[in-house]
T-cell receptor, first 114, second 116 residues
Framework: SAVISQKPSRDICQRGTSLTIQCQVD?????MFWYRQQPGQSLTLIAT?????????ESGFVIDKFPISRPNLTFSTLTVSNMSPEDSSIYLC???????????FGQGTRLTVV | AQSVTQLGSHVSVSEGALVLLRCNYS??????LFWYVQYPNQGLQLLLK??????LVKGINGFEAEFKKSETSFHLTKPSAHMSDAAEYFC??????????????FGKGTHLIIQP
């Protein structure tokens, strides 16, 4: 398994500001993933973060809005930039381990934009 | 690209009754399939996974799922529902080649309600 810590666990932010979410894993992983879960919805993959290279974004997500850092094999950050109320969601960090695509998730960051 | 369809956004069963949550997938290559559970205000927890070994997969908390390639299904069942099973359940598919390079594609989720 994997222990994943996300900070902050929740935040209320003003529109137009930015929030950086941190994800710390208890051991080294190659790939880290960021998901968004909008209210009452399922999870949608935002991007894949590989250490030492640019993150790969899914359709509908762009680097200017969701810049990602991956400075080492145990840590990543996701920034939600220039926030609007539509960005209110739970953001989850995930890693895959076990050779069978098994994913482990952090507890998530509940973001409310007012 | 792969996709997942969960039939029924809400399923209600009586305590002690059979739980059946439906999941159908679409994938052009052999998939890895997962069921996750999300309790209120908590993160996701893996219930079980199919990784091309046994087609009947047993998971935690008495849940199991059967992979049926001919039906492209991976339905989740539990013989007897418990009040503590009330939660959101997500079916997910991955086509990563073991390295998990593709992330997961999730279904929309099914909210399981347990009636006393």
């Amino acid at each position: 398994s994997a222990v994943i810590s996300q900070k902050p666990s929740r935040d209320i932010c003003q529109r137009g500001t930015s929030l950086t979410i941190q994800c710390q894993v208890d051991s080294q992983v190659t790939m880290m993933f960021w998901y968004r879960q909008q209210p009452g919805q399922s999870l949608t993959l935002i991007a894949t973060a590989n250490q030492g290279s640019e993150a790969t974004y899914e359709s509908g997500f762009v680097i200017d809005k969701f810049p990602i850092s991956r400075p080492n094999l145990t840590f990543s950050t996701l920034t939600v930039s220039n926030m609007s109320p539509e960005d209110s969601s739970i953001y989850l960090c995930s890693v895959e381990r076990g050779g069978n695509s098994e994913a482990f998730f952090g507890q998530g960051t509940r973001l409310t934009v007012v | 690209a792969q996709s997942v369809t969960q039939l029924g956004s809400h399923v209600s069963v009586s305590e002690g009754a059979l739980v059946l949550l439906r999941c159908n997938y679409s994938s052009s290559v052999p998939p890895y399939l997962f069921w996750y559970v999300q309790y209120p205000n908590q993160g996701l927890q893996l219930l079980l996974k199919y990784t091309s070994a046994a087609t009947l997969v047993k998971g935690i908390n008495g849940f199991e799922a059967e992979f049926k390639k001919s039906e492209t299904s991976f339905h989740l069942t539990k013989p007897s529902a418990h009040m503590s099973d009330a939660a959101e359940y997500f079916c997910a598919v991955s086509v990563g080649s073991g390295g998990g390079a593709d992330g997961l594609t999730f279904g929309k989720g099914t909210h399981l309600i347990i009636q006393p």
